[in-house]
Nanobody, 126 residues
Framework: QVQLVESGGGLVQAGGSLRLSCAAS????????MGWFRQAPGKEREFVAA????????YYADSVKGRFTISRDNAKNTVYLQMNSLKPEDTAVYCC???????????????????WGQGTQVTVSS
């Protein structure tokens, strides 16, 4: 059974940092692109960052560019999201997702992703 499990969320003050992890199990995702999305209360799920299967390509939402970094460790079947200079508007539930297409590139469109984690809450206080 394929599972994506996020961790690392929490409460942090504005300007602080958090590192989210997404651990995959049930199969290897080394040939698959991975992404992070977030959903704030009353808002639609939005793209945050994505990384290609090789890690050679990454994409970021304009709102997080320069502050967030996505990375992956295929040996650990894990994807990370390093979040620096956090702002109150970054408050949301953060979910990771996997694109099951072989050798998939990083994608912004959530419709490209096949598996989703349950999410981890990130709260940034002002």
């Amino acid at each position: 059974q394929v599972q994506l499990v996020e961790s690392g969320g929490g409460l942090v003050q504005a300007g602080g940092s958090l590192r989210l992890s997404c651990a995959a199990s049930g199969r290897s995702f080394r040939w698959n692109a991975m992404g992070w999305f977030r959903q704030a209360p009353g808002k639609e799920r939005e793209f945050v960052a994505a990384i290609s299967w090789s890690g050679g390509s990454t994409y970021y939402a304009d709102s997080v560019k320069g502050r967030f970094t996505i990375s992956r460790d295929n040996a650990k079947n894990t994807v990370y999201l390093q979040m620096n200079s956090l702002k109150p508007e970054d408050t949301a539930v953060y979910c990771c997702a996997a694109d099951m297409k072989y050798l998939s590139g990083a994608a912004r469109d959530r419709r490209e992703y096949d598996y989703w984690g349950q999410g981890t809450q990130v709260t940034v206080s002002s």
